[in-house]
């Protein structure tokens, strides 16, 4: 039977670096991916596997390669990552690695925190032809109190939801944007999430649809090394509870916050069509 | 700026049906999520959700569509939402149903035993133009104590990798096949999750990949309904730990079972080029 | 300041264990967790590690232990582990092992299939006197569809709860019981575990509790080997979805499964006061 | 067979409050438990639930009894919960309220952000004699890079653990405090969670309970409000990369982070003995 497309790799990649400037270190935490395409036609009909560079090696190669660079942007060590797998690997045609950062609060100049659930990603996919990288975050928790109605919408039999001009907006945020040029530079990762939080805040929204594609024209509009933007927004509904039944009232006070179902919502901004 | 792919949809719609003769039930345990895809740009936008049905009403529609139709198979039911959903809503080009199901072991007439963790997957996409259908499991852990090496392989300067003829094989599964006609039957679904399992524990492994292959191509031989199988494979590996500093033999019999790193193989496998 | 309880030890050790009998092999895949008590005073206030095994011995001792033992059951391997800490370390006052098992079915002589998320566990706690097993399992979920009631409760200014002769009773059971005899035999268990599956089955249940207390009380009369039992059974609710809204009738039909929240209820059967 | 301990209550009951101001809102995301204790014996052996308020109830009350006081300090809602439920309950002999915090941050007046892991905790536990009341944290992620070291440790024949005056000590704290008083004030949540941090940070670790043991002594050391305080700190071991393999120094720059297994040390301090 045919083999149709196929990749391989190895996944949970753990690797904690610390920049030692005497008494003042940097934490990079960081979780690697790395994943071949190519011609494994072989190894998956014949069980010959002498073009299939062991997942183990793509282990060992992400730390030594990362200890044989100076630490920088993680978009750079996976640039870095990509090469040196093509570059050594003659029946791989594209790699992908894909990076999360957890981020670390200095606490003093050897102390972290790290308590947040948001993490910064990267994902550099290069084939022979170059590369491309994508940038972003995952797992933002946001949160609007007004400014959010929805309202308007299609009806059917199946209708019941009521209209709202006053509802609470929450979501786990995740977006990841195209860098137009694969060199970068990719120091801008902060200020992108910057604008995606401003203008959630402020958004008068009548969506979750009307929010997602205003934050994408934000980022797009102020950063212009932004070629486009996607964005997954999860409807994380809170619901009022219905306190009349007590003789209490409850104008929007009082939520129940739902794990399911949930809503998702999705989609690019592009710079031009 | 230009709105790219959209799509917006409810995940984690629980839905449990007893489905009753006298003192002998039925359990159908599933988790549906709904996808459209379409002409929404008016709402991203502009904020006009004229067009948008509620996610809300996507939930209580799979409700009531189930309410309405006998028990049967997953893909049925999925086939029914689609087909709804794309009537019903003219902005709306694609349909996507995908639907869990938790699979329930008899006690007696109306008692039942839930620990398994592997369930069924069943996926409907549906255009103006048709549907097609891919039925499928997910999370069914899988593991080969003997026939299974990984030698021969591709070794560069930072590979450590020992050579094996003796290796643990250990995986949690997911497959998922199309079939060639989106009209079913889809009853066969038991006798490819058998075919998949007898050919693992028979297989004479080289690999991951090899093993995989072989049980796409089992899938499409004995089952002429299927036209194409994709499956995942992560490779959860099993390493021998090294007693040897005690004074004591450990010859592939104590394992430290790992979570991370892992290895990853996906291949899709087709029954004609 | 005082020093009040304090313990330390090591959690999360995976040993998978093959005993192999030519071309049938048998795997044995637990998770083990080891706790000391005892005199670590020093350690803590004056940063004296003198009488401080480190957790990385403990894990060595975990594999080496495991592997100069036949393959048996886990309890036997749990007491074996306690007698060797507590002799090896004056400063420890008392042990706690506790493991937990994946159970693996037999696809062929080599050949596993592991997707079962209920597991066996056990628990030993040795002091200098003497030791306590106790033995269980966790995760095992289980519903009835019939004999399930739930009426005749306390109400008050905020119950709205309507009274029911026919629920769905679900849940994921926790259940630990201890042996009279600290020397086994541990061979019970499947026996035990099929009693609570049983009475769950056939009880004619007025609440959980009820059909708790139940259970319990024919793992003790059954089991003569068994002190008490205890057991947590958190109440997975199913509610009925109001189709009349839509003019379709549910009578009991169609429910939603929900997670959160939950009711969670727990209790000891002892054999005697 | 005679009933033990027994207990039984609600879980996971999400409760978001808006306290609404103007333009500026303030959120409270909590998830409550309640659970009771007391006369339930014919419950579990009769089926008599006469004295059994339902879990559904606990939940309408949460809701209600949080509706109609003050947004406060969460300390203050267990109390007011645990005073209702005790009062109108004559067969419950303890109540027992938990309550874990998302704490959400400013961005404006009416948009928060969420991405924190860490939790504000309490626990209120009341008899017909009284309340004590637990304050407390959990999930708080931190790591040391610095004044970290393990040596002088007890040595047997299963030890190959190397000292080390250098190591990367990282862990996720969970600290509980018992109030001096069970009226309170309990405004002093973020100022003892500093204390812990500073201590953290600033301490010279012979071990994590050393370290663990500093930092309780200087929570009740600076705290006078707090009567003891319990914490537990599993070890989240970071291991230097071998580099020398590929002909790489590695001193203590890069890092594995492992998840399992790992060592878990739990003390209580208590003001005075």
Do not use: C
């Amino acid at each position: 039977m045919p083999l149709g497309s196929n990749s391989y790799g190895k996944s949970g990649i753990r690797l904690v670096r610390l920049a030692r400037r005497g008494e003042r270190h940097d934490v990079s935490d960081l979780t690697v991916a790395v994943r071949f395409e190519g011609d494994f036609e072989a190894a998956h009909v014949a069980g010959d596997n002498s073009a299939v560079l062991p997942t183990d090696t793509m282990k060992n190669t992400v730390y030594a390669v990362a200890r044989e660079r100076p630490a920088g942007e993680i978009e750079e060590l996976g640039l870095a990552l990509s090469e040196h797998f093509l570059n050594e690997n003659p029946a791989v045609s594209s790699v992908e690695i894909s990076i999360e950062q957890r981020l670390w609060n200095r606490l003093d100049g050897t102390a972290f925190e790290g308590s947040r659930s948001d993490r910064r990603t990267a994902r550099i996919s290069r084939r022979r032809g170059g590369a491309t990288v994508e940038s972003g975050l995952t797992g933002l928790l946001i949160l609007k109190s007004a400014h959010s109605a929805f309202s308007g919408f299609r009806r059917d039999r199946y209708t019941t939801l009521a209209e709202t001009e006053d509802r609470i907006l929450a979501t786990s945020l995740t977006a990841a944007w195209t860098h137009a040029s694969p060199q970068g530079p990719f120091s801008g990762w902060a200020a992108v999430r910057r604008t995606l939080l401003e203008t959630f805040a402020a958004h008068d929204s009548a969506s979750v649809q009307h929010t997602l594609y205003a934050m994408g024209e934000a980022a797009l509009g102020r950063h212009p090394e932004l070629m486009q933007i996607r964005m997954a927004m999860p409807n994380k509904h809170h619901l009022p509870v219905d306190l009349s039944r007590f003789g209490i009232a409850n104008e929007n006070e009082i939520f129940v916050a739902t794990e399911e179902p949930y809503g998702l919502i999705e989609a690019t901004i592009t710079r031009e069509a």
